[in-house]
C-alpha cells in the first residue's frame, strides 16, 4: 500500500514537471513566433521602401529626360505637372516653387503651385523674403528647412510663424536647388504634408 502510494506520488511529481516543461516550451515557440513575425513585417518594411525609392527614381529620370531640349513654351505646363506626379507619388499635399526675378535679386517669388483641388488660392504677390524672412536666411545660406510643426520654429521665426499660420502653401519642408558644387539655381522648392491629420491644417 505504502509502495503504491509512493509510486502516485512520483506519477503527479512527474506529471507537474512535464507540464512546466511545456509551459516553458510554448512560451519558447511563442517568443520565436514573435520574433519570426517582426522579421518578416521588418523585411515586408525594407522591400517596399525599396519598391517606393526605385519608384521616385524612375519617376525623377523621366522627368529630368522631359526637360531636356523642352520648348518655352511648354516649362511651365511641365513643372507643374512634374510637381503633381511628385505630389501623387510621395502623397504629399503642396508642392510651391520659388524663384528669384531677375529685375528683383532681393525677392523671392512664388511662380508654380500644385495644391489640391479646392485649395485657397496664393496672395496675388506671394514673396518668401516678406512672408517666411527667417526660413529665406536659412536658404540663401545653403540650408535645408524642415518644419514638422509650428513649435519647431525658433522665437526668432515669429514672421514666419505667423505666416505659415495663416497662409497657402504651408511647406514642411524647403530646399535650395544645387546645380553642382558651389553653384546653384536661383528657385528654392517646398513640400507639404497634411493629409495624414484629416481635418485638421498642419504646416
Known amino acids: 500500500m505504502k509502495k503504491s502510494s509512493r509510486t502516485n506520488h512520483q506519477l503527479l511529481l512527474e506529471i507537474e514537471e512535464l507540464r512546466t516543461r511545456l509551459a516553458v516550451a510554448e512560451q519558447h515557440l511563442q517568443e520565436a513566433d514573435e520574433r519570426m513575425q517582426a522579421e518578416i513585417i521588418e523585411r515586408k518594411g525594407t522591400e517596399r521602401a525599396l519598391e517606393e525609392r526605385l519608384k521616385f527614381e524612375t519617376l525623377l529620370a523621366e522627368l529630368s529626360a522631359r526637360f531636356v531640349n523642352l520648348p518655352p513654351d511648354r516649362i511651365d505646363r511641365e513643372i507643374e505637372d512634374a510637381q503633381r506626379r511628385i505630389c501623387e507619388l510621395l502623397d504629399l499635399d503642396r508642392s510651391p516653387l ?99 491629420d484629416a481635418g485638421r491644417r498642419r504646416s
Not at 517666411?132 to 528647412?145: D, H, N, R
Not at 522665437?155 to 511647406?171: M, N
Request: aromatic share 10%; glycine share 6%; charged share 20%.
Open 98 to 196: 520659388f524663384q528669384v526675378p531677375e529685375r528683383e535679386p532681393g525677392a523671392l517669388l512664388l511662380t508654380h503651385l500644385y495644391q489640391p483641388p479646392g485649395s485657397p488660392p496664393p496672395l496675388s504677390r506671394h514673396n518668401a523674403t516678406d512672408l517666411y524672412p527667417w526660413t529665406t536666411q536659412k536658404l540663401l545660406a545653403g540650408e535645408t528647412v524642415t518644419i514638422s510643426k509650428l513649435t519647431d520654429l525658433p522665437p526668432e521665426a515669429g514672421r514666419d510663424r505667423e505666416s505659415f499660420a495663416g497662409s497657402a502653401p504651408s511647406p514642411a519642408c524647403m530646399f535650395r536647388y544645387q546645380l553642382e558644387k558651389g553653384r546653384y539655381l536661383d528657385c528654392w522648392a517646398s513640400v507639404s504634408c497634411v493629409k495624414r
